[in-house]
């Protein structure tokens, strides 16, 4: 949503539409505050899903949510993770613990030391998705490139989502749905075009 309203506020101002302009810049600043006011978890300055209920709350005492996936990522992928903050040092450091959050094929959607990892349908329990993959990368590239750290994260993640996307064509002549968490291997997922086509951009370059 902080994302949507940045956006429909840049084209409000490009077609010269003043009162939708300041309503959706109104909306995005209030998006963009409550990002760190309702799903910062300030014992761990980990960003999380909470509970429906929190701003309905006077004391905003959120429930958070205790497993570590792609959901925890989104204001990374969108810039809006102040940088050089704790925050931003802080998921750096779960991003770079080996063989969890990224795996040798790619950004896991659930961290591989979370009870949950492969459990039950396992569709969102580890699985290797592109979308998620991109953002990230797009993330890092378009807001946090200039530190070393990042630059390091986003070459190897790029490669590693590179090889997993391009060795599994290359073996069956087509895109899945998405990739094994532990093998990277998509033959156990859909054929699937349609988001996992985003490797084009990342093969180009193009965030």
């Known amino acids: 949503m902080t994302f949507f309203s940045e956006v429909m506020a840049k084209l409000s101002y490009l077609i010269g539409s003043d009162s939708e302009y300041r309503f959706y810049l109104k909306t995005y600043g209030f998006s963009r505050v409550s990002i760190k006011k309702y799903f910062l978890d300030p014992y761990d300055l980990i960003f999380k899903d909470s509970t429906p209920d929190v701003l309905l709350s006077e004391s905003h005492q959120a429930k958070f949510s205790n497993h570590f996936g792609y959901v ?3 204001p990374l992928f969108f810039g809006y993770v102040e940088p050089h903050s704790k ?3 802080r998921v ?12 040798k094929d790619g950004l896991r959607s659930l961290s591989f030391s979370d009870n949950f990892f492969g459990t039950k349908g396992n569709y969102w329990r580890g699985k290797i998705w592109i979308p998620h993959n991109y953002l990230l990368l797009r993330g890092i590239i ?3 490139i200039n530190s070393t750290s990042w630059n390091s994260l986003f070459n190897n993640l790029r ?3 590179v090889h997993t996307v391009c060795n599994n064509f290359e073996i069956s002549q087509t895109f899945f749905e998405n990739y ?3 093998s990277g291997d998509g033959s156990d997922s859909e054929y699937f075009n349609g988001w996992t086509s985003l490797i084009t951009l990342i093969i180009s370059g193009n965030f």
Do not use: A, P
């Open 180 to 182: 094994n968490g532990i």
């Open 72 to 74: 925890n990522l989104f």
């Open 87 to 89: 925050e931003l040092r």
């Open 142 to 144: 378009n807001h946090y």
């Open 92 to 103: 750096m450091s779960l991003l770079s613990k080996k063989n969890d959050m990224i795996s």
């Open 159 to 161: 490669k590693k989502i």
